[in-house]
């Protein structure tokens, strides 16, 4: 296996390979990003709905099937900003989503196999770039391109899992490399290909231990996570889900749709499929099993052939060498440690919060579950899977 294979590289990981400030989109998308530029002043208004119902329908449904991928990932930023602000922009959300935004959401998502809303990879894996091109991807050097309201909060809860994603392209590399591995019996190459991982592991929790020093769980609450909701699952949509106008294919039923989320990542994903870690049934391991399918095509095929190909498990657990088993156990706890640091995250900045904001439910996820319960037992069968 070869990250570039799949669009990734050990510097970026899941990262874009390109920087969205340095994309042009075509002329006909001026007013659409015109509007996603002023975003923060139309939601600020009260009425961004009376905006954003002004926009042109741009018709690139055509476009998208030509246009490069940088221009159509791009563009589906904008758009999937521009439509949940649209939902969830004022005190009632709506039951339909008109088709000046419907169709050419549709149309980015179609070409890209992906849901027609915000999607992790539009939040945050194409949603940045560097302030000094000379420099590395490091929270000191990195902007968020395209913000709801914008501000501090909101910047950094998307740069720190810029940086967490940008870090994560060693476990990635190494994960790739380690099925070959593995297969040649190598223990000695496995062991240091595993130690580095642990060091990469720990350059990741370090950004993710930074959350709080710039993002207030108070302002995450109320002025970032209100705007990245979906539709599944959720009390605030009537008719459970919403309608996109003006699609055919959707026969004017409403869609029931899963919210961009943290565990729309694939860092965990690859590393249990790497590790051949499993969970047992239960509502997060189903939600996560849909989720899947929210991920970019190409992330999507990485972590099925991990876990298509990897031995790794049955190899370190046949080999005598203890340097090798400890190594390998040292990654499984540092999955299991990075699923703690977002257990605490999901109870200070979520399940402690008191709602009062539409669909904005402390018990429930963006992503649409009842999640504190699930987390923790996701946590306890990872570390349990260690060996002995």
């Not at 989109?25 to 002023?38: C, D, R, S, T, V």
């Not at 088709?99 to 809303?117: D, K, M, S, V, W």
């Not at 420099?135 to 501090?152: C, K, R, Y």
Request: charge should be negative; include cysteine.
């Amino acid at each position: 296996m070869e990250l570039q294979d799949y669009g990734m590289s050990r510097e970026r990981g899941y990262l874009s390979h390109y920087e969205i400030d340095e994309i042009t989109l075509p002329e006909n998308l001026a007013p659409i990003i015109q509007a996603a530029g002023n975003l923060s002043n139309l939601l600020t208004s009260g009425r961004v709905r009376n905006f954003l119902d002004g926009l042109p329908d741009p018709e690139i449904a055509d476009w998208t099937m030509t246009a490069s991928e940088e221009l159509v990932r791009t563009a589906m930023v904008h758009y999937s900003f521009l439509v949940q602000a649209y939902v969830w922009g004022e005190p009632t959300p709506p039951a339909c989503l008109p088709a000046n935004l419907a169709r050419p959401i549709c149309a980015l998502a179609e070409r890209l196999g992906q849901a027609p809303l915000l999607p992790y990879s539009g939040y945050v894996l194409d949603n940045w770039y560097r302030l000094d091109k000379s420099g590395p991807i490091t929270l000191d050097n990195i902007a968020m391109h395209q913000n709801f309201l914008g501000g501090v909060d909101e910047n950094w809860f998307v740069l720190v899992h810029v940086a967490i994603e940008a870090e994560a392209g060693v476990l990635l590399d190494n994960a790739a490399k380690l099925v070959g591995v593995s297969r040649a019996g190598d223990a000695a190459e496995a062991t240091r290909l595993l130690l580095e991982m642990d060091d990469a592991w720990e350059r990741i929790y370090g950004h993710f231990a930074r959350m709080p020093e710039q993002c207030d769980p108070y302002i995450y609450f109320h002025r970032v996570r209100p705007y990245i909701h979906g539709w599944a699952n959720n009390p605030a949509l009537a008719d459970g889900g919403l309608v996109y106008e003006g699609i055919d294919r959707f026969e004017g039923k409403p869609q029931a749709l899963r919210g961009q989320t943290g565990s729309q990542s694939s860092i965990v994903p690859a590393m249990d499929a790497l590790f051949q870690v499993s969970h047992s049934d239960d509502p997060l391991r189903s939600f996560l099993d849909e989720l899947h399918q929210y991920r970019p095509v190409e992330h999507r095929r990485f972590i099925e052939d991990l876990a298509a190909k990897s031995t790794l498990r049955d190899f370190v657990s046949s080999c005598e060498d203890q340097g090798l088993k400890d190594a390998f156990n040292a990654c499984l706890e540092q999955s299991a440690r990075f699923r703690t640091r977002h257990l605490e995250y999901a109870a200070s900045y979520i399940n402690k919060q008191a709602g009062s904001i539409a669909g904005n439910d402390p018990d429930v996820g963006t992503g649409g579950t009842p999640f504190m319960k699930y987390l923790k037992k996701h946590r306890d069968e990872n570390r349990a899977q260690v060996i002995g």
